[in-house]
């Protein structure tokens, strides 16, 4: 075992209990919002500024739009989890995106294959079916285990959240690339930065409970 892959799987156990506190406190859930949308911030404006170099007009309108992304998705994130069923739903999308991440790496490393897109020479058609499959099978899991009921709209909700996951990944990579960065940080041993561990939870997230919402 890599000394980069054993840093993973210790980062990634402290994350999954991070995960588990975040739910069942909001105090909790709030300040790692606060620190996580403050490190994506600082992660993006690093990655902008190479890109954009002295263009500084681009450089403002790129960070501003993020600013108020990041702003959005966290202030949204924290309203619906004020409400318990709101929470356990969001919850529930969140750990999909975890598990699109999940597919796409294992079933990347196993089957490997044809490349998916020249934006991230990692990503194959093998990850990409993967995240897919891993994303229905936990949500579907995760779905009938909390209202012991099953519906065709589940795969729907699982398949967009994939989806999305999946786009905003290779978005991040594609920055990545321009950048000619490896990671957007080193704040997460094995991970690199906020922005590698939430890449696809910042669209995928959104876009399942969006159809989550108008479906359900």
């Not at 069942?24 to 996580?36: A, C, K, Q, R, S």
């Not at 954009?52 to 966290?74: A, E, G, M, R, T």
């Not at 949204?76 to 999909?96: A, G, M, R, Y």
């Not at 089957?111 to 991230?120: C, D, Y």
């Amino acid at each position: 075992m890599t000394k980069n892959l054993k840093n993973r799987i210790i980062t990634s156990f402290f994350l999954l209990i991070l995960l588990f506190l975040m739910l069942i406190n909001n105090f909790i859930l709030t300040y790692f919002l606060i620190v996580g949308g403050i490190f994506s911030l600082l992660e993006f404006f690093k990655i902008i500024k190479i890109i954009f170099k002295d263009k500084i007009i681009k450089q403002f309108s790129y960070n501003l739009f993020f600013i108020v992304y990041i702003f959005i998705f966290c202030s949204f994130f924290l309203f619906f989890s004020l409400f318990l069923n709101l929470k356990i739903l969001i919850f529930l999308i969140l750990i999909t995106c975890i598990f699109s991440d999940i597919g796409g790496y294992i079933f990347g490393k196993i089957f490997k294959g044809k490349k998916l897109t020249s934006l991230s020479p990692n990503k194959t058609f093998s990850g990409a079916f993967g995240s897919i499959i891993l994303s229905i099978s936990s949500f579907s899991i995760l779905i009938y285990y909390s209202t012991k009921n099953f519906d065709w709209y589940f795969i729907i909700i699982a398949f967009t959240t994939s989806l999305f996951c999946q786009i905003g990944d290779l978005f991040f990579s594609y920055l990545k690339r321009k950048s000619l960065l490896k990671d957007t940080g080193n704040f997460l041993p094995g991970h690199g930065g906020i922005l590698d561990r939430i890449d696809g939870i910042l669209l995928g997230l959104p876009a399942g409970t969006i159809s989550l919402l108008i479906i359900y």
